[in-house]
Nanobody, 129 residues
């Protein structure tokens, strides 16, 4: 099994920044793709950013709505996933979830939440105007 625990959410004003963290533990050798999703009240869960790290290359991908503002990264030990969020907007308000899949990101259907086997409990981000 794989355990994911998010932290770092909070309330900020428009234009502010937050960094989310996701602690990864358990059978981490199974993981090939990690991602951040978000879900606002009354809306479907949507993909935000994804990352596949190999020994030779790093693949990242971002939703159009966050490109240039959000950055996904991972520590060297691959025990922690981060999401640096800059220039936050009220429309970024949502519960943010860390997710992990046993296939590499390019092999997954883009932003299809059901293809991720492991999920954290979420951390709330609220951006006020």
């Amino acid at each position: 099994q794989v355990q994911l625990v998010e932290s770092g959410g909070g309330s900020v004003q428009s234009g502010g920044s937050l960094r989310l963290s996701c602690a990864v533990s358990g059978n981490t050798y199974r993981i090939r793709c990690m991602a951040w999703f978000r879900q606002a009240p009354g809306k479907e869960r949507e993909g935000v950013a994804q990352l596949t790290n190999s020994d030779t290359t790093t693949y990242t991908n971002y939703a159009d709505s966050v490109k240039g503002r959000f950055t996904i990264s991972q520590d060297d030990a691959r025990n922690t996933l981060y999401l640096q969020m800059n220039n936050l907007r009220p429309e970024d308000t949502a519960m943010y979830y860390c997710a992990a899949a046993e296939m590499s990101c390019p092999s997954l259907t883009i932003w299809k939440a059901s293809e991720y086997e492991y999920w954290g409990q979420g951390t709330q981000v609220t951006v006020s105007s």
